[in-house]
């Protein structure tokens, strides 16, 4: 069992910056691979950004150039830097783990980006 728990949305103008942080209950090293959906309001879900345990990371086209995914195995946690936010970005944002053949999600978090 992994539990996850996202941190860092809120509102921000168009242009501007947020980072938002995935808290492990376990070592990251040890799971498959992370990464960050996000959902907007009466859309599905989508992929933003993914990184394996030996650091190969996939970058959404959407997002590419703007955002930044790392993680931190000292912390157990993972990161998405967003950069150059649009009002396109707003969505509640989701961390994900994979650990063999199972997917673990967090609550999430909102991010809104204002015009």
């Known amino acids: 069992q992994v539990q996850l728990m996202e941190s860092g949305g809120g509102l921000v103008q168009a242009g501007g910056s947020l980072r938002l942080s995935c808290a492990a209950s376990?070592?990251?090293?040890?799971?498959?691979?992370m990464g960050w959906y996000r959902q907007a309001p009466g859309k599905q879900r989508e992929l933003v950004a993914t990184?394996?345990?030996?650091?190969?990371?996939n970058v959404a086209d959407s997002v590419k150039g703007r955002f930044t995914i790392s993680g931190d195995n000292a912390k157990n946690t993972l990161y998405l830097q967003m950069d150059s936010l649009k009002p396109e970005d707003t969505a509640v944002y989701y961390c994900n783990a994979q650990l063999f053949v199972r997917n673990y999600w967090g609550k999430g978090t909102l991010v809104t980006v204002s015009s």
């Open positions: 376990q070592s990251i090293s040890r799971l498959n691979a």
């Open positions: 990184i394996t345990s030996g650091g190969i990371t």
